[in-house]
């Protein structure tokens, strides 16, 4: 488990990234909160830069979009999908479980 936040820190409409290895980027999607891998399957760059509306983050980059409850692609450029993360409240503290590598042991 890793701490993110404090919740009241991540207002609705906000995210946060992680600099963790992958970074993993953490939104408030409508009182949702949704972890997925910080950097867009397209090209590198940042989603937690990107602009959210409802379960959708669209890439900052090239408009590449990824909805946050599966990680799926919603449109071209990209055609991967992101990694999701289970994420808990605790005593008000926000975290993330990592998920393991495809293909490794959890």
């Known amino acids: 488990m890793i701490p993110v ?4 820190d991540l207002p609705a409409g906000e995210s946060v990234r992680l600099d963790t290895t992958p970074p ?5 999607a409508d009182g ?6 910080d950097t867009c399957t397209h ?7 990107g602009w959210l509306e409802g379960c959708l983050v669209e890439c900052p980059l ?6 946050l409850r599966t990680g799926a692609p919603t449109c071209l450029p990209a055609r991967r999908p992101v990694r999701t993360h289970p994420v808990t409240v ?16 959890a």
């Open 32 to 37: 949702e909160l949704y972890a997925i891998d």
């Open 24 to 28: 993993i980027a953490v939104f408030n």
């Open 43 to 49: 090209q590198d760059a940042s989603l937690s830069d």
């Open 62 to 67: 090239h408009a590449a979009s990824f909805d």
């Open 90 to 105: 605790e005593d008000g503290t926000v975290y993330v479980h990592l998920t393991a590598e495809e293909g490794t042991a």
């Open 5 to 8: 936040c404090q919740l009241a």
